[in-house]
């Protein structure tokens, strides 16, 4: 059994606020015995304004003794992120963050669909050849997830669904080629919800920071569009198994 908890949307800015969140769940996740997480995965929006400084509190509040995995979301800077967050070496500039995690019994792969100063999301032709390329590496009958940051379908969330992933349809027709990816993750839509992409499905992260407000839930409090303080920090809990079947559970936790 394989169980990755997932997370999103931590929008580390220079408030102590955005690190009480994210301090609330990495400590949650640190009471969990080493091992038993295969993996935690931060799909994106990680800094709030992609500025060196945010990067370096994120490096210290996404310590944690469990495999960690984290993919850039629209507020990302990509160069930025890859320096100071991944301690990896200046690419090309301006090129995706693509990361794969191959693990004992799965494969996480964890594609960057940020699109340089804009919201919506797009996953380029050198990122879906890169997944193709993960997809030829890895055994027949090994699990994959794919994740990223956008969602590549419609939630019912206007706000969201405006700026959710496009060119989904290259996605979409990848997918119907490869048997092997066994689920989709994603985070951007702050709220925990549960659907399907090209006949898999397609997890969403609810976020760290804040959570979405539905169209038919009352509005209130100070902001139109997301509950801040009035909801909790949550996460999702990704459970595969030796049938390949995947569950989700989700945990809110305490500030
Ligand atoms: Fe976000
Ligand atoms: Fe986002």
């Not at 490869?178 to 969403?204: D, E, K, N, W």
């Amino acid at each position: 059994m394989i169980v990755i908890a997932h997370l999103s949307d931590i929008h580390i800015d220079s408030s102590p606020r955005s690190a009480e969140r994210t301090r609330s769940v990495m400590a949650y996740l640190e009471s969990i015995d080493a091992g038993r997480l295969d993996a935690v995965v931060v799909t994106g929006d990680i800094a709030d304004h992609g500025l060196e400084s945010e990067y370096v509190r994120v490096r210290e509040l996404l310590r944690t003794r469990h495999p960690l995995l984290v993919c850039p979301g629209n507020h990302d800077r990509r160069d930025v992120f890859r320096e100071v967050l991944l301690g990896a070496p200046p690419e090309r500039a301006g090129a995706p963050v693509n990361q794969v995690l191959r693990a004992d019994g799965f494969v996480l792969a964890l594609g960057d669909s940020s699109v340089p100063g804009k919201d919506e999301g797009f996953l380029e032709e050198e990122t879906l050849a890169w997944l193709e390329g993960v997809l030829d590496d890895t055994p027949e009958g090994v699990p994959v997830l794919v994740g990223f940051h956008h969602p590549p379908t419609a939630l019912h969330i206007p706000f969201v669904d405006g700026i959710r992933q496009f060119g989904e349809h290259r996605l979409a027709e990848l997918t119907g080629r490869r048997p092997g990816i066994v689920g989709f993750l994603c985070g951007h839509a702050h709220t925990a919800a549960a659907t399907s992409f090209a006949g898999r499905p397609l997890l969403v992260a609810p976020g760290v920071i804040s959570t979405s407000k539905l169209p038919w839930e009352p509005y209130g409090g100070p902001s139109q569009h997301v509950y801040r303080d009035e909801m909790a920090p949550s996460l999702a809990f990704h459970v595969l198994d030796d049938e390949g079947r995947l569950t989700t559970h989700y945990r809110s936790v305490p500030v």
